[in-house]
């Protein structure tokens, strides 16, 4: 039942009420009063006719007290009268036609006297049929009073009722639309009487205004998390549709959050039905980002998945990382052979291949390369061209007559470019040459580790 229906229904309640116990009341005092009015009648009639009667009692003429009695005939509300002798014994008696002793509700006795002195009495007894036909009257009268007022009552019940309703019938209706849309800006109507209704719908419009301001905190607050953090964080619906995404992730995307809003992005959309793979590559700039993320599921009240919040990251510096790491292992513990005659370059190679755990032997002529070669075999050779006692080629040559060292791995570092000719007398196994003018010593150690980690990644494949 709605509120307006119950300050109707309470209306209309205390109205009947209120008309009902005003009739009954009304009803009670006249019915007390005509009872009264009836007795006294009564009383006044039984003592007309004692005085009628009281000479033909003394004289014992019964007719003529019959006759007197008879008189009683003119008046249906009187039931019975009857005469008493002064020894009590009944002189004459009046009924009426049809009447019932069983109806008698008022009965009153008089003295009779004669000449001051009592010689008898006379009973009278009355029914209330003046009283039943007023009764009908009067419920004639209250239904129509009660139909009449519970109208009326109605009429200003319904008009009345806006008052209370229609303020809490609008705030019912906002409660509603802030609980089914999250909007707390919403407000209600200012009342404009300052009472209980006025105080509710203040105190509602403050609540709602303290839930918004810490709405709103809440979500600068989460929004400052989502612009600083590093990694990448979206939320995609149950369609794969892109709902949140912060600028890191967008920037991983190449575009502006703003634009990626509503749209699926292609590399995340398998999430939603969990046969994704943890690493995803993006295409960005005509190049392929290797991403990491994870996913969880969003549930809505009755456990039912509606999405995930995807978090991911560029792992592009990690892997980069991890192969160093890789490289630095299988370039650890090998024997590079340093053939340059120049002994500072030869420091300088020396202590940079060293902090990738390379060991270097140095021979600052080709006749003690082939010395050092001779005791042990190393795992690559970098080998200068132009070299004291024995050249650059002629070490060469010595090697390719040595299997253990026909498919070693040879880095030619000269100061001259060497000609294509030339190039093809100093190969032996995997061969770069480099131009000690045209690359930095970075680049040199790039090459030895590419080198000494194929060399390790071919060994490894054919012990396999």
């Not at 039905?273 to 995803?280: I, S």
């Not at 993320?293 to 892997?319: H, M, P, W």
Request: charged letters at 20%; one cysteine or more.
């Amino acid at each position: 039942m709605s509120i307006k229906s119950k300050l109707r229904a309470i209306v209309m309640l205390a109205s009947t009420i209120a008309v009902i116990l005003a009739c009954a009341a009304f009803v009670t005092v006249d019915l007390i009063g005509m009872r009264r009015s009836i007795e006294s009648d009564l009383t006044t009639l039984a003592g007309i006719m004692g005085e009628n009667v009281s000479t033909p009692l003394v004289f014992r003429d019964v007719q003529t007290a019959k006759d007197v009695l008879g008189a009683l005939h003119g008046d249906p509300s009187i039931v019975t009268a009857v005469i008493y002798a002064k020894d009590g014994r009944p002189f004459a008696s009046y009924r009426a036609l049809g009447g019932d002793f069983n109806t008698i509700r008022v009965h009153i006795e008089r003295p009779i006297v004669f000449d001051g002195e009592v010689v008898g009495r006379i009973a009278v007894g009355s029914d209330l049929r003046e009283i039943t036909a007023r009764l009908r009257n009067y419920a004639a009268g209250v239904l129509a009073i009660l139909v009449l007022s519970l109208s009326v009552a109605f009429i200003v019940a319904n008009r009345l009722q806006r008052v209370i309703s229609t303020p809490i019938v609008q705030l019912a209706g906002l409660m509603g639309r802030v609980r089914s849309h999250k909007n707390y800006a919403l407000r209600a109507p200012a009342h404009s009487a300052h009472d209980e209704i006025g105080s509710l719908i203040d105190g509602f419009n403050e609540m709602l205004a303290e839930v918004q301001r810490r709405d709103d905190d809440v979500s600068r607050h989460n929004q400052m998390i989502l612009d600083a953090a590093g990694e990448g964080i979206l939320s995609l619906d149950a369609r794969g549709v892109v709902t949140l995404i912060n600028p890191s992730g967008a920037k991983m995307l190449g575009a502006m959050p703003s634009a990626l809003i509503g749209r699926t992005i292609p590399e995340f959309a398998p999430l939603t039905d969990r046969a994704a793979k943890p690493v995803v590559y993006l295409e960005r700039d005509g190049r392929s980002i290797p991403v990491e993320y994870t996913a969880n599921a969003i549930l809505d009240d009755a456990g039912v998945s509606s999405g995930v919040v995807v978090t991911f990251r560029d792992i592009s510096e990690r892997l980069a990382v991890d192969r160093m790491k890789d490289e630095f292992v299988s370039c650890a513990q090998s024997v590079v052979l340093l053939v340059e005659d120049d002994l500072d370059l030869a420091g300088v190679i020396a202590t940079a291949l060293q902090a990738h755990g390379i060991t270097t032997i140095h021979a600052p002529n080709g006749r003690e390369a082939i010395e050092a070669c001779a005791q042990r075999t190393p795992d690559m050779a970098i080998l200068d061209v132009v070299l004291p006692e024995l050249d650059g080629f002629a070490v060469v040559d010595w090697m390719k007559r040595h299997p253990s060292l026909s498919r070693l791995p040879l880095l030619v570092y000269s100061a001259k470019e060497v000609s294509v000719s030339d190039q093809d007398r100093l190969r032996l196994g995997p061969t770069e040459f480099l131009t000690k003018t045209r690359v930095s010593l970075e680049q040199f150690e790039q090459n030895v580790v590419r080198l000494l980690h194929r060399l390790n990644h071919e060994e490894v494949a054919g012990a396999a």
